[in-house]
């Protein structure tokens, strides 16, 4: 999802920021602390080099090798004030950015299943590694040496005021002309910053989704149109970069000359005033060192201009994403008794009726089904009828346009609340009620890992029987036979596995979660009609107290099911 034009307001911006710098101020303040050591330090190293320098031309008395020696203690100081910096900004830095990558990785898993999917993965990661950084680094690093900046310019002309009022006013004569043409700069180049950023997010999607795809690039034969593809936004990125660099430059042009040229001015009069015998060679040299202690900080404040603009930009897309909707459980903790193996549940369909935004008709109209407890029921349909649609509707991934979706429980009641109050037949189908279910989605949804890693994201706490006896009942023998058992590595989507192995590994996986309700959908595509067949004989004689659903295209499998329901798609309008 891109957003070519500045989306919030500065402040609202600035507040954000503000909220989200709860594990950044550690940093940021030793970053200030040490940055106004070196500011004191420096202030001090200049009034000890007037007066060194006073006492080697013979203007005033003093112990001469002491002085220098001091100097040289300021000197060394401030080196380890930089090492201190670096050392901070290597230990605390990259913790500083995990925690605030898991903030926003927390967002996205929690988020509502139909807010993420907005987004390109691409895009996210984008924003997740590219945005976060910039954001980190604002508050660690550069707003720190801000505060720096400022206190060295304020402290620097209060020096300068009181050795030299004169020279102090034409040092900075050209200030106000610098923070008008910030201002300009600020508002022109976040927007360019934004659609550069859109590019790169850009790019890092048709990059990702190449090496994802890449066998089917390969058999249709289009790699040079995805090379091509990649190189026309590259060189939209490229001249994106190149107006930034043209405008970036102008602007420092324009800066340099305002602040030299009051430099050099301050400096002819400073000479005058020495060769009058107004000052000192001492108060010449103090001066030479104040005029990069208070031009320094505005003109690196004008080199950090486009560094603030980047990671407004990055504030934007961030929040962005912390506006997705999350999930919320329900105030009242559903009590589902799992370990009671006596129990059974049924789903309950009431009127349902469903549509995604982008569609103009309803996938599911005016939809009433009970799959009963205990049963097996066999879903069929053509593509496009709702059949993924109904199990997400389960799931409660999305939520119905109309109607309702209810969970029962056979001659029983469901408990709302820990302590048995409010009893109800039935309650409807929400986040608290997930946990009931296991699935097994389309496709291969292994994890790069090993076997062992994926089977255990159906449950951390299985032992190495029952893993193999999921595998067993999934039909996924072979894993035994590996030379690694259950340590072989799998790549990223189960690569070094065929589709039908990835697909016994998922069903095993699932099956060991707890559950009531198991859902698969389109789970046995890549098998054979053997192996099918006693995978599903298998949950068939296992699971008598579970309630199975099974989506399916093979009407050879209905055999083996309780009931069928077959979706038909709604007429398009």
Known sequence: MHINKTKYPTKTIIKWLWRHNKECRKQALLNVTIGIIQVILGLIGVEVLRQLTDIAAGR??????????FYILIIISEFICNIAHTWIAAVLGVKTQNLMQQQFFNQLLKSKWQGIEKFHSGDILNRLFGDV???VNLMTEVLPFIVTLLIQFVASFIYLLNMDAYLAYILIIA????????????RKMRRIVRKIKDSNSTIQSIIQESIQHKMVIKVMEIADTMIEKLEKHQSLLRWQIKHRAKFSILTRILVFIGFRGGALIALIFSLYQLNEGVITVGVLMAFTQLIGRIQHPLLEFSRLLPTFVNSFTSSERLMELEELPTEEKDSQQTDMDLEDSSSKFGIRFNNISYRYDDKKYDILSNFNYEFKPGTFTAVL??????KTTMLRLMLALIEPTEGNITIFKENGTLALSSDGANDKEEITAGVNTRKLFSYVPQGNTLFSGTIRDNLRIGNPEATTSQMYEALNIAQADFVKDLPDKLDTLCGEGGGGLSEGQAQRIAIARALLRPFKILLLDEATSALDIQTEEILLTNLKQKYTDKTIIFITHRMSTVSFTSQQITLTRNKRI
């Open 60 to 69: 005033t008395n003093g112990p001469l090798m002491m002085m220098g020696c």
């Open 133 to 135: 950084n910039d954001i």
């Open 381 to 386: 349909g053509e593509t496009g009828a709702g």
């Open 175 to 186: 200030s106000p002309f610098f923070l008008l043409l910030s201002k300009l700069y600020f």
